[in-house]
Structure formats: structure tokens, C-alpha cells
């Protein structure tokens, strides 16, 4: 940590995700109990934090639940074969009670369906295929088995899945189709969730226009703050976009003050060597403390990862009385942004957010065409995966280095290349993340 940063400290790729992963968790630590919370219908709870804890209501299943059509039987009936079994009463799923035959005693079943309450007595179901042959066969009240089922075969026993009051989801869980379902299933129709992060994105550069604009022959779009707004979307935050900055010190440090009054501020551009790059001067002067200010990686290599205390907070409270506010220096160009905010913005947005930490997950594919690089930078390049299971394969898209929106766009994964790698052989398998 160096204030300001006159000696640079580019960590590893590992070293860096490692800071970020401190500074996550203390975040968590710090911030989860203070952070604000809302109820939102399950309907539209997807991708939402769990701010609460959601238990079992009852037992799941709330009775002994047959897996199968077929017949609940003794298994113990069933040791010579084919046994010949009095049916007394048939089960449907969602039977009233009083119509499921009490007990099924010795030489007696029941027929049943999937989903339906196994009675007392019967320790397994018999598939209705083994039950021979067929509902045809099937003389007066008595049916003829051909297969012998272990004890408990066929049947979820009651509060096998979870007990009465059993914690399901735990706070800080991220909602997926399947927790949602989960939720529903203890009829949950809202949920407790954490407010999202307002996340400020700040695009810097002298050149860069509002896309509404028409650009001048030497100006460029703003691209970056829309590709950082879907992922800050995608990530649990709320983007507020702010007007772009120029590169001159002034004006980039009044914007980078209004930016600090977020939850998380995200600069674009500015990080690199050149005369103009001036991000981290302006974070400088205004007594940011700097994590780190490059990792070995590429694309991405300038990236800038702090926090600052802004001068006054959104409601007025005195700098000294607030933990500071994290901001990332992300590399301008478009493929290096969205490579940066993915490694290492992502997990402090999701921390903020009040999410669980989660690692990141590499695919493996075989690589399609031979690849060299120089050592020393671990690379996250833009590239295409194709084919699944043990055919998966993975390449590079052709791309004019990392400015190539266009490259980017046609990309379905980076392919990961260590830092300590030259070559890796056509063929190989070799680690993917996924970008989407
Ligand atoms: P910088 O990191 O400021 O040196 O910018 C690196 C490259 O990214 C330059 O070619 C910039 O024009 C380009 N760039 C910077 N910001 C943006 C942006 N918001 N949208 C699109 N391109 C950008
Ligand atoms: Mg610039």
C-alpha cells in the first residue's frame, strides 16, 4: 500500500485477485450489517442478495414420498418371486389422508403414484414395470410382482431433504432458478434482499464523446461506461454513469468527488504511462490509498485498485467518520475494461452487494491451434469456444490487440494463459473463462 504511489506496486495476477479477496471479505465484514435491505416478489427476485435467512417451514418432503408409480409394498414379501400381493387401495398423489389405507400389513399392497404418500407399513414401491404383466394381469384385488426392491427403495423419507425449521438458503445467497424454487417451495412470495450498490462510472480521455454526439474525425465513442453498466448489471450493482472527464487535473478531480459518493467508483482510461494519464495523480492528491497500480496480466496491465475518502459523503458526514469509498482504475481500451472489471472489480461489487464470496471458474477445452507468447504476463485473451463435452475445443479470435470492440463482441470466452507459459501445443487442454 503506498500513498501516494511514487513506487508502483504491480503485483501478480494471483497477488492481485488475492488483494482484492481481503478487501471483499473486510467489506463484508464491515459493511453487511449496515446495508440496507428491501422485500421484492419472487417473481422478480432472480439474481438478487438474500438479506435473510430462509429455513424450512415443515418437514420436505412433509410425508414419506414415493418416487415412482408402482406399488408400495413389505420388501420382506418379496423374497421368493414372483410374489402374489392383495391390493388394498390405490394412492394418488395428494390423497386425503383418510382415504391411504392405514397400514399395509404382511401379503398386502397398495397401488401408488409418483408423489403420493407411502402408507404405514410399506418400506418400499415397486416399479409398476416389475409388476407383471401389467395392469392386465392384475386378477380381482391381487397383482403379481417380479422383482424384489431393497428397504427405503423408491421412497423419500419424510424430512429426508430437510427437517422443520432447517436453514435452506443463508444470507448473502445469490438467487438462482433453483433457490428461487427452493423459496417458493416454503412459500416464500417476497424476499428479503440487500439494496443494490450504486456503482459511478467515470470514462476519462480528451477524445472520447458522448455516443449521441456526433464524434469529430479524431474523436472515439464512449463505449466503456455502456460495456461497464451491463456487467455492473449482471454483477448485483446499479451503474450511474457520469459525465465524461477530461484529461486535465482539475476537472477529473471534481468528478472523481462525485464519483466517491457512490458505493463503488469505476474510472476508465487515464491509467496508463502517457502525459495525459492522469487518474492516478488525481487520486494521489486527494490522499487515496492505493492497493495496487498494475498487475502482470494482459489485456489490462495499468490497472489501479483503492480507496479514498471522499471530502464530504452523500449525506454530509464529516470524511473521518466513513471508511473511504473503493475505486478501480481501469485500463481505457474496451477489451482491457471489460477483462479488468471481471477480475477484479467484480468480487468488491459482489461483496458490497452482500453476496457470498465466490471463486472464479475456469472451463477446460482443448485448444484448437498451437499458441506462443512472450512469459511474464498471465494473458485472458478473447476467444471462441465451440463443440461439448469431450469435444470441446477453444480459440483465439483474430483481433487488432485490445482496443478491438469488434474482436470482443464476436468472443464467447478468454482463454487463460499462465504467466510462465510460451507455448501451448494444438491440442491441449487448456483453462476458459467465460464471458458472458
Ligand atoms: P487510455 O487508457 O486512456 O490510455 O486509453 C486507451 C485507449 O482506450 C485509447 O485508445 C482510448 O481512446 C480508448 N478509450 C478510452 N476510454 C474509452 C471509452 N470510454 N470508450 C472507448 N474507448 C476508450
Ligand atoms: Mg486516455
Same mark, same amino acid.
Given at each position: ?8 506496486? =504491480?503485483?501478480?495476477?494471483?497477488? #492481485?485477485?488475492?488483494? !482484492? /479477496?481481503?478487501? *471483499?471479505? @473486510?467489506?463484508?465484514? %464491515? ?86 404418500? =407411502?402408507?404405514?407399513?410399506?418400506? #418400499?414401491?415397486?416399479? !409398476? /414395470?416389475?409388476? *407383471?404383466? @401389467?395392469?392386465?394381469? %392384475? ?102 454513469? @457520469? ?194
Amino acid at each position: 500500500m503506498s500513498r501516494p504511489p511514487a513506487a508502483s506496486t =504491480v503485483l501478480s495476477f494471483e497477488e #492481485a485477485r488475492r488483494v !482484492v /479477496e481481503q478487501q *471483499a471479505a @473486510l467489506i463484508r465484514a %464491515i459493511r453487511i450489517q449496515s446495508s440496507k435491505t428491501e422485500s421484492v416478489d419472487l417473481l422478480a427476485s432472480a439474481g438478487r442478495v438474500l438479506s435473510e435467512r430462509v429455513t424450512a417451514d415443515r418437514d420436505l418432503p412433509p410425508f414419506p414420498r414415493s418416487t415412482r408409480d408402482g406399488y408400495a409394498v413389505r420388501s420382506a414379501d418379496l423374497s421368493a418371486l414372483p410374489a402374489i400381493l392383495e391390493v388394498i387401495g390405490e394412492i394418488k398423489a395428494g390423497e386425503r389422508l383418510d382415504r391411504i389405507p392405514a397400514s399395509i400389513a404382511g401379503g398386502q399392497t397398495a397401488s401408488i403414484m409418483t408423489g403420493a404418500p =407411502v402408507p404405514a407399513g410399506a418400506d #418400499a414401491v415397486v416399479m !409398476v /414395470e416389475y409388476t *407383471a404383466p @401389467l395392469n392386465h394381469r %392384475i386378477e380381482g384385488h391381487r397383482v403379481e410382482i417380479t422383482r424384489s426392491v431393497a428397504p427405503g427403495e423408491n421412497i423419500v423419507p419424510r424430512g429426508a431433504e430437510a427437517r422443520e425449521g432447517a436453514l435452506l438458503l443463508d444470507r448473502g445467497f445469490r438467487l438462482n432458478p433453483a433457490a428461487i424454487a427452493l423459496a417458493a417451495s416454503v412459500g416464500k412470495s417476497r424476499l428479503p434482499v440487500y439494496k443494490r450498490p450504486r456503482v459511478a462510472v467515470l470514462t476519462t480521455g480528451d477524445e472520447i464523446v458522448d455516443i449521441e454526439a456526433t464524434p469529430g474525425p479524431t474523436q472515439i465513442r464512449n463505449s466503456n461506461s455502456f460495456s461497464l453498466a451491463a456487467q455492473i448489471q449482471q454483477a448485483g450493482g446499479e451503474p450511474l454513469l @457520469l459525465p465524461i472527464a477530461p484529461d486535465e487535473l482539475q476537472g477529473l478531480r471534481s468528478l472523481i468527488a462525485e464519483g466517491l459518493k457512490s458505493d463503488l467508483l469505476l474510472l476508465t482510461g487515464g491509467v496508463s504511462m502517457g502525459r495525459y494519464d492522469l487518474v492516478e495523480q488525481a487520486l494521489s492528491e486527494m490522499q487515496a490509498e492505493f492497493f495496487f497500480t498494475g498487475a502482470k496480466i494482459q489485456p489490462g496491465r495499468p490497472v489501479v485498485f483503492g480507496r479514498c475518502v471522499p471530502e464530504t459523503s452523500a449525506v454530509g458526514t464529516p470524511a473521518g467518520d466513513r471508511p473511504g469509498t473503493y475505486f478501480f482504475g481501469l485500463p481505457g481500451n474496451p477489451v482491457s475494461t471489460m477483462v479488468t472489471f471481471e477480475l477484479f472489480a467484480r468480487p468488491v461489487l459482489e461483496a458490497l452487494a452482500g453476496q457470498a464470496p465466490r471463486s472464479l471458474v475456469f472451463l477446460h477445452a482443448r485448444l484448437k491451434k498451437e499458441i506462443r507468447v512472450k512469459t511474464g504476463l498471465q494473458r485472458f485473451l478473447p476467444a471462441i469456444l465451440s463443440g461439448e463435452f469431450d469435444h470441446a475445443g477453444v480459440e483465439l479470435v483474430p483481433w487488432q490487440g485490445s482496443g478491438d470492440i469488434a474482436a470482443i463482441a464476436r468472443a464467447t470466452c478468454y482463454l487463460v494463459i499462465p504467466a510462465d507459459r510460451e507455448c501451448l501445443a494444438a491440442g491441449e487442454w487448456v483453462a476458459v473463462m467465460k464471458s458472458d
